[in-house]
């Protein structure tokens, strides 16, 4: 068993009422955020479940957009997050769904920058905690426990790894290695989860390296 | 290093020769490969957060909250009146728990502890009793340590959700990790500590989680408070040398035991209990009629 973090118990620190439907939301939204590496323009935003049915009551849609905004579970500015999505340019329409046999506090973020547009499925697993399930319909499971390096590339031998021959290089253990794909052939997904953090460098490298389609690093959270 | 039952914390802390609070911070320490100096200056930061929400939530009026209206507010309003009953200390408790509840209602800033619908007992049972007592700062970021190995070894045995164990391991928790810590800043043993958590939780056992609409609103922040002063009657208790007699490892697995017997319907559903009485259910249909996707 993991040993028990003092802080989740005194904490976390975050702005109210639940940590589940709020605090977790926020980190949902953030995490989508960083993997999207750029600000948000447009999120289409689907609610599953426990989500749907009590979203009001928590604030769930007013945190997604906090963590849409870049903002962590204990910002203040949480409140204000409608708003400040109004000046910030961040178009967001609120949806019910139903997502099938998943968790109960369930989304779905289709977000869309300037330059790129991502779809993440995850859930508020309670305490704060959560679990992004899918990225752009790649079945993953990520908690933000470590800093993940994900790409899309062309699933041929060698990719992998030249990816992780350059996050050798750059002297960052990985500790977990996922890797997915729709079809043979076709566009695969890495998942990394690293000990150390992920220097912008090792980004540009990855990203130079024949058959990688996309790189994103996110921080844990 | 491993804190998994108040038994072992306790042995710990008598092969280590160390307190209470330094058993706990070496522990986080450890688990997080970093020094004891970096876990106190979050504990500290973690204390700042809880005077800042007992403070903000007094003076809150509910405005972003659903149902309850400025119930901080309220109650220092009519002690200034000479409304109540009870000394300073009781009074203090209740106020500070109520105010850090409203304010967690309301989209304010809090520390959840162990989760926020609880936010308000350990704020509100620690912070009175630490301005009775005139402790240090220091003090009371040791105490807050307390507070942590209670919850730890609460954790590692037992539900600290609403959802898996209904209230009493929430408040019920919240109550007992209140009331370690404060036989700890008023001198008591490391065994009375764990003496007076059980008394707590002993009190709480059975408590449903059956909140109005799924808000933590009703009946959750003034349950706060009263988890807050019972862990001061829990703390009395144990001082005055009156045993839990079951020990506090016992007492949490016999609340998980009561959380699994518990109905699906008083598990934070708000399917049973106040949330589907008559008046709950007419709240509930007011609040979605006014949103709904």
Known sequence: MARISLFDIVGPIMVGPSSSHTAGAVRLGLATRRILGEDVRKATISLHGSFAATYWGHRTDVALIAGLLGMGMADKRIPQALELAQARGLDYSFH??????????????????????????GASIGGGRIRLFSIDGFEVSVDGTYTVLMTKHRDEPGVIAEIT???ALHGINIAFLDVSRKMRGSEAMLLAETDDPIPTEVIEHVQRLPGVLMVRSLPCF | MEISSAQGLLELCESHHQSL????????????????????????????????????GM?????????????GYLFKEADAKGQLLGGEL?????????????????LGRIVACPTAGSCGVVPGALLAVAEELGSSDQEVVDSLFVVGGVGIVSAAQGPISGAEGGCQAECGVASAMAAGAITYLAGGTPDQVFQAASLALQSHLGLVCDPLASLVEVPCVTRNATSAVSAVVAANMALAGIPAVIPYDETVVAMKLIGKALPESLRETSQGGLATTPTGKRIYAEMRAKHSL
């Open chain 1, 96 to 121: 019910s769904v139903n997502l099938g046999d998943v968790h109960p506090n369930s989304v779905e973020i289709q977000a869309h920058g300037e330059h790129g547009k991502l779809t993440v499925r």
């Open chain 1, 165 to 167: 021959r350059v996050l």
């Open chain 2, 21 to 56: 609070p330094e058993v706990v911070a070496a522990y986080e320490a450890f688990r997080t490969n970093s020094s004891v100096e970096t876990v106190w200056t979050e504990m500290e930061r973690t204390l700042e957060v809880m005077r800042t929400s007992v403070q903000n």
């Open chain 2, 59 to 71: 003076k809150d009026r509910g405005d972003l909250a659903h149902i309850i209206k400025g119930y």
């Open chain 2, 90 to 106: 009781f009074k203090k408790i209740i106020l500070y728990s109520l105010s850090v509840g409203q304010y967690n209602a309301s």
